[in-house]
């Protein structure tokens, strides 16, 4: 079983619609949970960042999470084409050292 | 993520050169992570490195490749004799240390062997 599993899309919606973003994992020892955002030919970027069960809001994005599943969410509402980006979920425990998702594809058409 | 600098940005090199891809990470940053990227893949960590030191380099191939993070300077990742399979996007990031996880990356360093 992979450490982190993340479907790699690609995903590909309209202008205005709710996307949802998702990962597992199965190392229990993880304690931060983070989405990155990278846009292509670009490195990635820190878009949300939690540390316990629930959700976490940020302007259109939620994030959110369930320790007892092992399962994080990114949601983002009212998509725009601005947000075409790899969005790449990712784990740590406390070193630093992230552990990546393959990351999803993810185009939102005008 | 603008105050992690990598150079060069690209890199071509022939098989069995060697490639070193240097990292600045951020003002009051000792801590440096390298991660590659292979095409449509997740970024893979290889190495961790505090000043002067190798904390973490479970990630890293066994032969050719080696890192380092003097106290004066940046940090660098070499590749000896390298190989078509290490074409690949490699990323550096800085850590500033706490209870946060989060990692601050550099625009990358892009290496193709011809």
């Known amino acids: 079983q992979k450490e982190v599993e993340q479907d790699p899309g690609p995903l590909s919606v309209p202008e205005g619609a709710i996307v949802s973003l998702n990962c597992t994992y199965s190392?229990?020892?993880?304690?931060?949970f983070m989405w990155y955002r990278q846009y292509s030919r670009k490195g990635p970027e820190l878009l949300m960042y939690?540390?316990?069960?629930g959700n976490k809001e940020d302007g259109r994005f939620t994030a959110q999470v369930d320790k007892s599943s092992k399962y994080i969410s990114l949601f983002i509402r009212d998509s725009q084409p601005s947000d075409s980006a790899t969005y790449l979920c990712?784990?740590?425990?406390?070193?630093?050292?992230?552990?990546f998702g393959q990351g999803t594809t993810l185009q939102v058409k005008p | 993520n603008a105050g992690v600098m990598q150079n060069p940005r690209h890199l071509v090199r022939r098989r069995g050169q060697e490639a070193r891809l240097r990292c600045s990470p951020m003002?009051?940053?000792?801590?440096v992570y390298w991660y590659r990227q292979l095409p449509e893949e997740g970024l893979k960590f290889m190495v961790y490195?505090?000043?002067?030191?190798?904390?973490?380099e479970s990630g890293m191939p066994k032969e050719r490749f080696s890192a380092e993070f003097p106290k004066e300077g940046p940090s660098i990742l070499r590749i000896q004799q390298v190989v078509r399979g290490d074409s690949a996007a490699y990323f550096c990031?800085?850590?500033?240390?706490?209870?946060?996880?989060?990692?601050?990356f550099g625009e990358g360093s892009r290496l193709t062997v011809l």
């Open positions: 490195l505090q000043k002067e030191n190798i904390i973490d």
């Open positions: 990712a784990f740590s425990g406390n070193t630093g050292k992230l552990i």
């Open positions: 190392n229990s020892a993880f304690q931060y």
């Open positions: 003002k009051g940053h000792s801590h």
């Open positions: 990031a800085s850590w500033a240390q706490g209870p946060t996880g989060e990692l601050f």
């Open positions: 939690t540390y316990s069960s």
